[in-house]
């Protein structure tokens, strides 16, 4: 006979379950059914005749652009400063631990008008920046600005917590048997890191490609020129075109779900590193 115990624990299982896929359907599962069903309405014809306008290729490839762009320096800073962090101690080192975590706390749209007064035509900056003919605000690089401030905690905080947990013992044994600094990243740390670095990237790149605040701000809105596929998905629906809106939003899921499968995937291999580690 069933204990009463086991036949409540099932009830609310049941109950928990499908209160988490009804919460689950209708936060994430209908949104995702009503892009995809508005943005191929019109047939396969009309999406592909939308992903190939010009302005859309153009805003495709500005996205990938900003994107890469950001991806690297941002693997850059935050292996720098994961690696000041957990190997050094030094004046600032909480200070600086807490400005990584700055962009989680600050509004794009912030970050987008702080650009714009430092690099804008009222900034002090203006001048010089005229007389070497730089464009920073409605152009590329301020795009590429904005985008790596938004997106730089993504890498380095994949990063500390793992080299924190690990500590120090191998490099130092690398040193005491004489390799030098770029040796002992290389052969030493890099391997340890490299699962946590890759989801730190995919991390960093998701967010970038689906930045709108801060780009929406500094670009400009220029067609062809300045507009990345967020800007374009907003332009197309303000013109009432919600079918071609919706269809450019189908190509920016689409890279979201390759990017949602390639982080399952690091996070496997970071759990799996994790085992081979404990044993």
Known sequence: MTPVIYKQSNLKRSVLLMMTWIVFGVIFLAPLSVILIEGLSKGLGFFWHT???????????????ATLLSVI????????????????????????????????????????????LLYGSQSILYPFLMEYNLQV??????????????????VARSL?????????????????????GWQIFWHVTFPNIRWALLHGVVMCTARA????????????HIEGLTN????????????????????????????????????????????????????
């Not at 935050?78 to 706390?105: E, H, Q, R």
């Not at 605000?137 to 730089?152: D, Q």
């Not at 967020?230 to 189908?250: H, V, W």
């Open 228 to 279: 990345t596929l967020p800007l374009q998905i907003e332009i197309l629906y303000n013109e009432y075109n919600a079918t071609a809106a919706f269809s450019i939003s189908i190509i920016l899921l689409i890279m979201a779900m390759i990017i949602l499968f390639i982080r399952q995937w690091c996070e496997r291999r970071i759990t799996n590193a994790h085992s081979e580690a404990g044993q």
């Open 137 to 154: 605000i409605y152009a590329v690089p301020g795009i590429v600005l904005a985008t790596i401030f938004v997106t730089f905690p993504f």
């Open 51 to 65: 992903f190939a306008n010009p302005v859309a290729l153009s805003a495709l490839k500005l996205t990938l652009f």
């Open 73 to 116: 320096l941002n693997v850059i800073f935050g292996v720098m400063a994961a690696w000041c962090i957990t190997k050094y101690d030094f004046v600032g080192k909480n200070l600086l631990t807490t400005l990584i975590d700055l962009p989680f706390s600050i509004s794009p749209i912030i970050v987008g008008l702080i650009y714009t």
């Open 209 to 220: 490609m689906g930045e709108f605040g801060a780009v929406s701000i500094i670009s400009g």
């Open 160 to 180: 500390i917590s793992l080299m924190q947990e690990q500590g120090n013992t191998e490099e130092e044994a690398a040193r005491l048997l004489g390799a030098n």
